[in-house]
């Protein structure tokens, strides 16, 4: 019965073999504290004040908690574990439900996840896959809903519905958004030139290539945007 009782004292509940009641519980807490039965204002007062203390150390515990988790998966998406990853902003999100950049890397993981969605059992269904892009599609969306002005996620949104998802018309307006943020965003001015070809909108194809080779300093980019452009010509002449 000794034992008993120290391991209550200690608050290692889970551990004892004793059988412990919410009561005890409860118990042991206002005699931590020492506020058991306050009557008086004063004693209400001096109870209040206490647990309001404890409160916020559970708050501050949490809050720590919530970061760990997003720290715990940057490490993961940099070790390109995207599995991982995605767990853990999973958890960060139960204590920042309205962090962006929480959704963002769930976008981000999501989209890489839908690659390794193989189809094992050899069913020819193709859902999880789809699950995991309408995943992204949502936490992209939510990112955005937040942070409207959010360059990475409308970028993000913009890939994936030009290259996941077959719906270019989608990725138009908040790829040219993102391009009314961040001017000279060369990788942006791609997917959008691409997504205005699949759109059949081959001037305005044309036309951001033509920008990205006037506003690149890289010789490679350059290059690329001029036979893609060359491509779109081509397309524009058949059609």
């Known amino acids: 019965m000794k034992k008993c009782i120290i391991f209550v004292f200690l608050g290692l509940f889970t551990f004892s073999s004793c059988k412990v009641s919410n009561k005890q519980i409860i ?3 206002h005699l931590e504290e020492g506020v058991e039965s306050p009557t008086t204002v004063e004693e209400l007062k001096e109870a209040i004040d206490k647990y309001q203390k404890r409160v916020a150390d559970i708050q501050l515990a949490q809050s720590q908690i919530g970061i760990w988790y997003k720290i715990l998966g940057t490490r993961y998406l940099d070790q390109k574990m995207y599995g991982e990853a995605l767990k853990c902003f999973q958890e960060a999100l139960k204590y920042y439900p309205n962090n962006q950049n929480l959704y963002y890397y769930v ?3 999501a989209g890489y996840m839908s690659h390794a969605a193989m189809d094992f059992g050899g069913s020819g269904s193709t859902e999880v896959k789809y699950n995991y892009l309408k995943l ?3 936490a992209y969306l939510r990112a955005i809903e937040i942070e409207d002005r959010y360059v990475r996620a409308l970028y993000g949104l ?3 519905y030009v290259f996941e998802l077959d719906e ?3 990725a138009i307006p908040h790829l040219e958004k993102a391009l009314a943020i961040d001017t000279k965003n060369i990788d942006a001015m791609f997917v959008l030139a691409r997504a205005y070809y699949s759109n059949y909108e081959f001037d305005k194809s044309a036309a951001m290539y033509d920008k990205i080779i006037n ?3 890289s010789a490679e980019k ?3 945007a001029e036979e893609n452009k060359k491509t779109v010509l081509d ?3 058949i059609n």
Request: with cysteine; glycine share 8%.
């Open 27 to 29: 118990r042991q807490q």
């Open 107 to 109: 976008g981000v993981c």
């Open 136 to 138: 992204a599609e949502e």
């Open 158 to 160: 913009g890939v994936l």
């Open 168 to 170: 270019p018309a989608k």
């Open 215 to 217: 506003t690149t300093k």
């Open 222 to 224: 350059k290059a690329t």
């Open 235 to 237: 397309a524009a002449y």
